[in-house]
Structures are given as structure tokens and as C-alpha cells.
């Protein structure tokens, strides 16, 4: 017995990729401008000039919608460095968080994200696998380092990339404190420092 696939997460082709992509773009409007609680999916096909029906056929809830959205941000992001230079690296993911978290409208969507991930069970998922996603490929870095000996043998890679971004995302959705390269610079030193005395 075979069983269909959640709402939205089949990437599909022609027409129906121009339909999901101009409602994830609504979506993605919506979201950073006025948070999950306000996501309607009537207005979303409105504003994606699609009909409404098509939207509450594919996408059937705003947390499945939410999903998609995450799961499409994951498969267009940015890729990692490749320097050579664990610390460097560790740097250039830390900035590339925070250019991220502080972009005037990245960071509100990440927020209505992460708010949709706490009251819906599919943009929680979602939500995981994005970070999931980041994590796996930013976490060849750390391997490499370890097989040039920048880092201990039985090191964790993606460990080491959790570490980097952990402070950031406190200072984002927490306390408020600034974020800025050099709150970048320094998480990445942070991590680096507990990975190279053996503690990820």
C-alpha cells in the first residue's frame, strides 16, 4: 500500500513549480511582515494570484505551507567555504549567520519560522530538517580539518558547526545582544577553541 506525500513536498515542474514558487514568495512576504499567526492561506493565493482552491489542495494548512517554505530555503542556500583554514571557515559560517539573522527581511522570517515550529508539528519537522541540511553541509569543515590535524581525531563535525551558531541564534531570539561580525568572530572562536582542546 502505497501512501501520498505531505501536502507540498513533492518539487514539482512547469506551470505547478511557477504556481509554488509565486505562493512560497506570498508566503515568504507574509510571514516576515506579519509573523505566522497572521498566515492565511486565502490571502496567500490572492497575493500569489493563484486560485484558492490549488492552495488549500496542495498545501491544506499554514504549517504545511510554512514546511514547504522551509524545505525550499534549505534546498537554495548557500554552500560552504572551502579556505583550508578551520578557523576561517568556522568565520565565514558564523558571518553568513549573522548576515542571515540581521537581513531586514531573512531575519523576521526566520522568526515566524521558528515561531510556526513551536505550535506546528510539520514546520517543527521541517524546521529540523533545515538545520539539519546547514549543518550536514557545513560540517565537511570540520572534517577536513581533522584530516589535516587542525582538530582532534574524534571530533564531531557537525558538533563543532552546532557550536558556531548556537550563541548567535541565543542572541537572536533571546537577549537581544547585537549581532554583528564581531559577535560572529567570536562564536566562531569559541567553537574552534572547544574543539581544538578535545571538547566536541
Known amino acids: 500500500m502505497t501512501t501520498s506525500p505531505p501536502p507540498g513536498s513533492v518539487r514539482p515542474g512547469g506551470r505547478t513549480a511557477r504556481v509554488r514558487d509565486a505562493v512560497l514568495k506570498a508566503a515568504s512576504d507574509a510571514l516576515a511582515e506579519h509573523g505566522f499567526h497572521a498566515l492565511d492561506l486565502t490571502e496567500i493565493a490572492r497575493a500569489a494570484g493563484v486560485g ?79 538545520y539539519a541540511v546547514r549543518i550536514e553541509e557545513w560540517a565537511g569543515c570540520a572534517t577536513d580539518a581533522v584530516e ?22 541565543y542572541a537572536f531570539l533571546n537577549t537581544g545582544e547585537s549581532l554583528d561580525e564581531r559577535a560572529a568572530d567570536r562564536a566562531a572562536a569559541a567553537a574552534l577553541a572547544a574543539a581544538r582542546a578535545g571538547a566536541l
Not at 72 to 78: E, G, I, P, T, V
Not at 149 to 168: D, F, N, Y
Request: glycine share 6%; net charge positive.
Open 52 to 130: 484558492k482552491t490549488t492552495v488549500y489542495r496542495r498545501w491544506a494548512t499554514p504549517g504545511a505551507l510554512a514546511a514547504d517554505l522551509l524545505d525550499d530555503m534549505a534546498a537554495q542556500s548557500l554552500p560552504r567555504t572551502h579556505t583550508g583554514n578551520i578557523g576561517d571557515d568556522l568565520r565565514a559560517n558564523a558571518r553568513l549567520v549573522v548576515k542571515t539573522l540581521t537581513d531586514p527581511r531573512q531575519g523576521p522570517l526566520f522568526k515566524a519560522l521558528i515561531a510556526a515550529s513551536l505550535c506546528n508539528e510539520q514546520a517543527a519537522t521541517a524546521l529540523h530538517r533545515f
Open 148 to 169: 589535516r590535524g587542525e582538530l582532534p581525531a574524534g571530533t564531531g563535525p557537525h558538533r563543532v558547526i552546532a557550536a558556531v551558531s548556537a550563541p548567535l541564534y
